[in-house]
């Protein structure tokens, strides 16, 4: 099981922070008009701080599949959980980027 | 003992009873997968003759063909049985089928449970097909959508057949998800590692994962639609603290993986077939099952992109739109280990090749009008047209019927026996190939020029004439292409001519069993060295039948095999299967008639069926371990194996650990459900909160401390040879008082029908009450098991199941005391 945790680790958390942050930006517009014009503003930096976390996560992970003590034996599971972390990391980064980019709640 | 000697005792062990009676009973994989298979195909055929009746409808303007009601039924009908009946069985099937062949085991990991998902299929569909015959199918569209299915504004019974009936048939596949993924996890020939497993398997193990964690938000969808629609608890209803968006999200997280839940397996089969149609072995193995993986999970990520035109805020159509595009790049590089496995080899255009071909060119336009429909102004302007109709067909029937065509057409002579007489398939290939895409190409074009979808006649002065008549000939076209592949699979069973052993020269192990293959699959279990054990040994299948590998002395009439380590391999328990049996066909029917009570509401019939249930189920595990201690078994090659009974991690451990998963799954989609409603719905929160109750907070906590301390107590002691029963008795007092609280805390709870929040409670609070009276259950099983002289120190496997559920019982106890109470104290 160690093995399939390897694997799945890193695209799991991306997929739970994610939706975290979807809901989180859910929250904060649902918590008044003052949220709607986000940017630079509170609720704006709760939603990029909830970013950096998020790739912090992704980077630790990554880091973790890579050493030697929590990694993997030589094999395929060490190469499919190094290809693993590279994608929750890339996903991380790619889907989330808008919290620095789009209007929060227009 | 001779090979025929052996094949005897074997069979005797392993057939199923003679005549057609013996289908009813039959629990062997190779058995059960056919009757999904004919089954799945048999509603390929009805949905198809649906699809041929919308494409009659729509060829020409004002058609009189058929009403709007009758073709709301049709339409709605089509999609349900294509994705519910036919797309997903027949998946099931083919696994079923050949998991064990491939990865060199005699059976999946619990043979009744394969037997019980399939009469669940049959019951299930059978309630949606007789809805069709009498006119009064679902006819709210595939997916649904609330307030359209509310009560309101369809009173009839027809949404009731669908939310009912799919959730009866998806009994099956979370059966046969888990099935799957104990059985590639743990049923695997002696010394094939993770590494050494054939490529369809890691789609599999992928896909079953899927199954558990996608389909539990619809189960949940459908479960909280038909409460409203049946008792009026207002989940969906916008004036009463509902919102139609809940169904919405709902749906399309179980709607986008259940693609992916589609095309992975057919993309397993393509991995599978393309580099033997090559003469080579398949580039990238390693980045092909990193990209499943990441494709899999990415996929979940997708839902709300069926939601673009919902009045989302910017930043969520981003994400989304951004995760859609992303999706791209795991399903490409698994086209370019395709492409570069045939460069690699030697492509062979026999006719699997011919379907993976049209495969490719079908799939990557699907693949490409799906990066279209990604991102949000193109999504805004073709939502609901015929464009999006078109682009799903290409990526289902690209990405599914024809590598499943493909794999029918590959795997056939190893089914049979046979090999193919008549040359019609290259035909029908042709037939298939044109009209699909004469078909789509002109839906594709008729849905920009703003054709919607789902509508049953169209004007003249739309301009739409021409392209839907051209739709229409090409679907029928299509559809002659597939008669002819029925008629020539028919022809293949009736004209015998035996095939050679191996046909293709592939070098995946059930190419190494008997063709047709036996009930038993191999005399006995080879051992693993690579990944294409038959291309390494072509001798290998002589071998196996000569009794050269494990279990190879048939012993006393017993269905054994092997467990493995999950990452070596290596063997580690002696496995003993139950026999044939009609307990799955008389659980499922029992099931039915729940189904059947809550449809035609008669509620006095729904406690007595789940009593039968809970009766037969308790009949089905007594029937499993031994009442004397059966010790360490030879299993051949001087090796000797713990019994399955008597270790900590039995096979009924795995299968409770991944069915907790989908139960947790649906346990937070609930909790997802609560959240969404209080931030987004109007009218929350609401206008007064539920009030804290001393004695559910005591009791509660108290009754699940005590059922897990409990039940870790008679763990340990009888592991040091203690009598347990004192400990098992006092988890059973924890879980009936954990029971009392949630009957308490429902007692307390809010009408459910007032608000969406007191429905809500409600849900929660009988999730728990569920779940406390299942712990009860199994503990006092445990119980009447210890007493008979089941459990021992040795026989300890059922002690090591209980406290899997008595935790996992205290988890959501705590979370559903959170998400009642909390509110209000912090209000």
């Not at chain 2, 102004?377 to 690209?398: E, K, M, N, R």
Request: glycine content about 10%; charged content about 10%; aromatic content about 12%.
């Amino acid at each position: 099981m160690s093995d399939l945790l390897r694997i799945l680790v890193s695209p799991a958390a991306w997929l739970a922070c994610f939706s975290a942050i979807y809901g989180l930006s859910g929250i904060v517009c649902a918590a008044g008009p003052g949220a709607a014009v986000a940017d630079g503003s509170g609720p704006r930096m709760v939603l990029v701080i909830a970013f950096l976390l998020a790739v912090l996560l992704q980077v630790g992970l990554l880091a973790l599949v890579w050493s030697a003590r929590f990694g993997a034996e030589p094999g395929l599971v060490r190469v499919v959980s190094r290809i693993s972390a590279v994608t929750g990391l890339v996903a991380t980064v790619w889907t989330l980027f808008p919290v620095l980019a789009a209007s929060a709640c227009l | 003992m001779t090979a025929l000697a052996r094949h005897r005792r074997l069979s005797a062990a392993w057939a199923s009873g003679p005549g057609w009676k013996g289908w009813f009973s039959t629990v062997n994989h190779s058995d059960v997968g056919r009757m999904f298979l004919v089954t799945a195909f048999f509603y390929f055929l009805v949905g198809g003759i649906l699809a041929m009746l919308i494409r009659a409808q729509l060829a020409t303007p004002h058609s009189a063909f058929a009403g709007p009601g009758i073709y709301s039924q049709i339409f709605t009908m089509h999609g349900t049985i294509m994705m519910f009946l036919f797309a997903i069985p027949a998946i099931e099937g083919m696994a079923i089928y050949l998991l064990p062949k491939m990865l060199g085991t005699r059976d999946l990991a619990y043979p009744r449970l394969t037997a019980y998902g399939y009469w669940c299929y049959f019951f299930g569909g059978a309630m949606l097909l007789v809805s069709l015959l009498f006119g009064i199918a679902p006819d709210g569209g595939w997916f649904m959508y609330p307030p359209l299915t509310g009560r309101i504004h369809s009173p009839g019974i027809n949404t009731d057949f669908w939310l009912i009936g799919i959730t009866f048939v998806e009994i099956s596949a979370i059966c046969a998800a888990v099935e799957f993924t104990v059985s590639i996890l743990k049923y695997r020939a002696p010394g094939m590692s993770l590494a050494r497993m054939p490529i369809f398997a890691w789609y599999m193990l992928v896909v079953s994962l899927m199954i558990l964690t996608g389909f539990p938000p619809l189960i949940l969808g459908s479960i909280l639609l038909e409460l409203e629609r049946a008792f009026g608890m207002p989940f969906f209803q916008v004036e009463l603290g509902g919102d139609s968006l809940l169904w919405q999200h709902l749906f399309w997280l179980f709607g986008h993986p259940e693609v992916y839940i589609i095309f992975l397996p057919a993309a397993g089969v393509v991995s599978t077939v393309l580099p033997v149609m090559a003469s080579t072995t398949l580039i990238g193995y390693r980045w092909v099952v990193a990209a499943a993986v990441a494709l899999a999970i990415l996929s979940f990520g997708l839902w709300v992109h069926h939601m673009f035109t919902t009045g989302i805020p910017h930043m969520g159509l981003a994400f989304f739109s951004a995760a859609s595009t992303l999706v791209a790049v795991p399903t490409a590089v698994q086209v370019f280990a395709w492409i570069g496995t045939m460069w690699k080899g030697t492509p062979r255009l026999h006719l699997p090749m011919l379907h993976i071909l049209g495969f490719f060119v079908t799939f990557v336009i699907g693949g490409l009008t799906g990066v279209m429909v990604a991102v949000v102004p193109f999504d805004w302007q073709v939502h609901d047209t015929a464009f999006v109709t078109a682009h799903l067909h290409y990526v289902l029937f690209g990405g599914f019927v024809f590598p499943i065509l493909a794999g029918i057409y590959y795997w056939l002579p190893l089914a049979s026996g046979r090999r193919r007489f008549f040359r019609l398939g290259n035909v029908a290939f042709a037939l298939i190939f044109i009209g699909f895409h004469v078909t789509f190409l002109a839906m594709h074009w008729v849905g920009l020029m703003g054709q919607r979808r789902r509508i049953s006649t169209y004007a003249p002065e739309d301009g739409w004439t021409a392209i839907n008549l051209i739709s229409s000939v090409g679907g029928f076209v299509l559809a002659f292409g597939l008669v002819i592949v029925l008629i020539e699979i028919v022809l293949h069973l009736v004209v015998p001519r035996r095939s050679r052993r191996n046909p293709w020269g592939a070098g995946t192990l059930e190419w190494a069993v008997p063709m047709p293959p036996p009930a038993y699959n191999f005399a006995s279990l080879p051992r693993v060295t690579s990944r294409e054990p038959l291309a390494d040994d072509p001798d290998l299948g002589v071998r196996l039948a000569r009794g050269e590998g494990y279990l190879g002395d048939a012993r006393g009439g017993l269905r054994e095999t092997l467990m493995v380590d999950i990452a070596t391999g290596e063997p580690e328990q002696h496995v003993v299967y139950p026999a044939n049996t009609r307990l799955p066909l008389v659980m499922a029917a029992v099931t039915g008639v729940f189904f059947l009570s809550l449809l035609l509401k008669l509620y006095w019939l729904t406690p007595l069926a789940l009593a039968g249930v809970a009766v037969l189920g308790w009949r089905w595990v007594w029937q499993l371990g031994s009442d004397t201690d059966l010790g360490c078994q030879p299993v051949g090659h001087g090796l000797a194996l713990a019994s399955a009974s008597e270790t900590d991690r039995p096979p009924g451990w795995w299968g409770s650990a991944f069915l907790l998963v989908a139960n947790a799954t649906l346990f937070g989609s609930l909790l997802f459900g609560y959240a969404f409603l209080w931030t987004v719905a109007p009218g929350w929160p609401p206008a007064a909160f539920m009030e804290p109750s001393l004695l559910v907070l005591v009791a509660a906590p108290a009754g699940a401390a005590l059922a897990v301390a409990g039940i870790a107590l008679a763990v340990r002691r009888n592991r040091i040879g203690g009598d347990p029963t004192a400990a098992l008795l006092a988890a059973l007092a924890g879980a009936l008082c954990l029971a009392g609280a949630f009957a308490l805390l429902l007692a307390g709870a809010p009408h459910p029908t007032g608000h969406a929040y007191g429905a809500t409670l409600w849900v929660l609070g009988c999730y728990g009450l569920v779940h406390a009276l299942l712990v009860a259950l199994m503990l006092a099983f445990l119980l009447a098991r210890q007493r008979a002289g089941y459990v021992s120190r040795s026989r300890r496997a059922e002690l090591a199941i209980v406290p899997v559920w008595t935790g996992y019982l205290a988890v959501v106890t705590a979370l559903i005391l959170a998400a009642v109470y909390l509110p209000g104290f912090a209000a």
